[in-house]
């Protein structure tokens, strides 16, 4: 159902460099960038992402209660997304663990504060 996801940034070289890394261990390719906008995903794909300065020309904030969920091929790889993410400078929001009987996940906010996580059903 979802196409891509969009989240805000204060600094984009910041963000190109580490989004960059986590696609590229997820082994997704950046599809494009302009002076305003990166975006990673692959064409007919799963869902992308892509970082832009807001264009309301306002500041960017986190969305309070918004979370972008990265889908995880298996535990290891949940376990190295979030350790990448925080040697990136991300904050840890949840070490990478079962929540339920199904579900493992790790949560981090990137560098401008917005949350994600790396999961995996099963």
């Not at 199904?102 to 560098?111: Q, S, W």
Request: aromatic letters at 10%; charged letters at 20%; one cysteine or more.
């Amino acid at each position: 159902m979802i196409g891509y996801v969009t989240i805000g940034t204060r600094d984009l070289e910041r963000a190109g460099k580490f989004y960059d890394a986590i696609a590229s261990e997820m082994g997704t390719p950046r599809m494009f960038t302009t002076d305003t906008f990166i975006a990673w995903g692959t064409p007919d794909g799963a869902a992308g992402i892509g970082v832009c300065y807001p264009q309301d020309g306002n500041p960017m904030s986190a969305g309070n209660g918004v979370m972008v969920a990265l889908q995880a091929k298996d535990k290891a790889q949940v376990d190295r997304l979030h350790r990448l993410a925080l040697s990136l400078g991300a904050t840890d929001e949840g070490a990478p663990g079962p929540r339920g009987d199904t579900f493992y996940a790790g949560y981090f906010r990137d560098p401008d504060g917005n949350k994600l996580n790396a999961f995996v059903m099963g």
